[in-house]
């Protein structure tokens, strides 16, 4: 089966078209970064209007790329949230369209689950069950992944996700948009003896998290000091190093808790070098197996959306023509196909 993908859930514009038999055939993504970095954040109306402009281009790239055409497409996976409902629109609306003229059935994807799926397109996809650190702006979870559609949240976060607080924190440290991955690069330059930030919620039993704290007690530390380059880099050091720790003592957690052999890490912040490094620490004492996505595939594209698509339309999965997105969508709400 071959399935077209379509990512609009917040600012990226993703197309993808992914083979059952010959895995991924072609995928491109189209970055808001520039548009939005002038209001330090996401805008959702000129989200909205950006996916409108670049959607069609992109689909016409992809499918010339692709050696492909719209009559060859078996398949249409689009994401149905969770995500921002104007954006989202685009791209179901979009898809139910193109179903509908082709005559194929159509998927709204769950884009959790398309990120704890992003990993199965790599050469040596992990095998079911495995726990998976799912981390990115908007999301910070621990899930126990058994098969397509069973999924476990182990544990999440209370308050701001860890790629939020990354992006708060840049900000107080005046580093441009997007923050991450900048407080990440200023953070190579920093020290780590001379701050220490609280590692928070590691005191106490469970899996959840919260960052939000990590955000005042950066706000504090960057009132109580000088403001030169050098104590910048050494908070930005200090922070990541409290968000990497807090991670990867949770992993360490779901890992004995569940006793999977196999760790996943999937979502944005899942490209932080320092995360990726000390989680293949953390493997290798464990006796368990890594795997992540390559950098392209943790930020929102469109690749893992036809992936998982495809999957649940080769399961007979198929929707009717009603266009139904969320803003809000638990993962554990999703159902096994078949």
């Not at 548009?35 to 330090?40: K, R, S």
């Not at 182990?154 to 607080?165: K, P, R, T, V, Y």
């Not at 992006?167 to 701050?195: I, N, S, V």
């Not at 808790?257 to 912040?269: D, E, F, I, P």
Request: net charge negative.
């Amino acid at each position: 089966m071959r399935v077209l993908g379509i990512e609009t859930s917040c600012d990226e514009t993703g197309v993808a078209v992914f083979d059952s038999e010959r895995g991924l055939l072609g995928h491109h993504i189209h970055s808001q970064v520039a548009l939005h970095a002038e209001f330090g954040g996401v805008v959702p109306e000129l989200a909205s209007r950006d996916h409108v402009r670049k959607l069609v281009p992109l689909l016409r790239k992809l499918f010339a790329d692709a050696d492909a055409s719209p009559g060859a497409i078996d398949g249409i996976a689009y994401t149905a949230g969770p995500g921002l409902v104007g954006a989202l629109l685009v791209g179901a609306s979009f898809g139910r369209g193109l179903a509908l003229a082709l005559n194929i059935p159509a998927v709204g994807v769950h884009h959790m689950e398309a990120h704890l799926l992003a990993t199965m397109l790599e050469p040596d996809p992990p095998a079911f069950p495995f726990v998976a650190l799912l981390v990115s702006g908007g999301h910070t979870m621990l899930v126990a992944v058994r098969g397509l559609g069973c999924y476990e949240t182990l544990g999440e976060s209370l308050d701001d996700a860890a790629g939020e607080a990354f992006d708060k924190t840049a900000t107080l440290l005046r580093l441009p948009y997007p923050g991450g991955p900048a407080l990440a690069e200023l953070a190579t330059r920093g020290d780590p003896q001379r701050f220490r930030f609280p590692r928070p919620m590691t005191d106490r039993p469970g899996l959840d998290f919260s960052f939000s704290g990590l955000k005042t007690f950066a706000l504090n530390t960057v009132a109580d000091h000088p403001d030169d380059l050098q104590t910048r880099a050494d908070i930005a050091r200090a922070f990541e190093d409290a968000v990497v720790d807090t991670l990867v003592i949770k992993c360490r957690r779901a890992l004995k808790q569940t006793g999977a052999r196999c760790l996943v890490l999937a979502g944005g912040v899942g490209a932080n070098r320092s995360l990726r490094s000390r989680l293949r620490t953390l493997a290798e004492q464990n006796g368990v197996a890594l795997s992540y996505p390559r950098a392209e595939f943790c930020t929102d594209n469109g690749a893992m959306v036809a992936y998982a698509g495809c999957q649940r339309l080769l399961c007979g999965e198929v929707e009717a023509l009603s266009i139904d997105v969320r803003a809000r969508w638990p993962l554990d709400t999703l159902e096994v196909p078949g």
